[in-house]
């Protein structure tokens, strides 16, 4: 692991050693979350590759607390694993065709979610609520893999990806219980500077469709 990796790993488990004593003033609740992402790169240069989405995992720790009937806060920290893949062809002389290639772009972050839900009922067998929030996602570490032949290549990406999640979750119990949340969360500025479409942006933004489950 990298120092930057380290770093930011360090600053996670702080976090998480310090959400307990939180949930110890009884208004927090601490849950668990595991799932998956559907990842993708939005923007110009990813239309222009034709990036396609990869399944990867999610999971991380929430603390939530009620701060009125209806509305609630909720932190989050979440190991996210992000990127796509998309194919590309190396023509020879002349325009020939060499080869095909197949790459995946592998993006790690840990993002803070610092979600407002808003309970739509107070069902207390199953509670929608709708999420919405921005999110800090530091970037830990990432690999571009090409096949059939070529080297994994470090990504080159910013260390920080600042976005926006909209969601909604169903949840079983007031205080403890189950919950599932569907959730997407979109970057809000590029997340590379080394891309570039001639003529065009050269955005490229994190989309990321989430499905996890969960307790509390």
């Known amino acids: 692991m990298n120092p930057r990796a380290r770093l930011y790993a360090t ?46 995992f999610v999971a991380g720790i929430a603390a939530r607390r009620s701060i009125s009937e209806v509305f609630e806060i909720q932190l989050e920290g979440l190991y996210s694993q992000k990127g796509a893949k998309y194919s590309w062809t190396n023509y020879g002389p002349g325009g020939s065709l060499c080869h095909n290639y197949h790459t995946t772009e592998k993006l790690d972050y840990i993002d803070l979610p610092i979600l407002l839900k808003t309970r739509l009922s107070r069902n207390p067998s199953v509670a929608p609520a709708l999420l919405v929030c921005p999110s800090i996602g530091f970037f830990l570490t990432g690999k571009r893999d090409t096949s059939p032949s ?15 999640v909209l969601g909604l979750e169903l949840q079983n119990g007031d205080y403890h219980g189950y919950v599932v949340d569907a959730r997407y969360t979109r970057s809000l500025h590029t997340i590379s500077d080394v891309f570039f479409v001639e003529g065009g942006s050269p955005e490229l933004l994190n989309s990321v469709i989430s499905l996890s489950v969960g307790v509390h």
């Open 11 to 56: 600053a996670i488990l702080c976090v998480s050693l310090s959400v307990p004593s939180m949930v110890h003033a009884r208004e927090w609740t601490l849950g668990a979350r595991v799932g998956v992402n559907v990842a993708d790169l939005a923007g110009e240069f990813a239309s222009e590759a034709g990036m396609e989405p990869r399944t990867t």
């Open 150 to 164: 070529g080297p994994s290549e470090d990504a080159d990406v910013n260390h920080l990806d600042l976005g926006i």
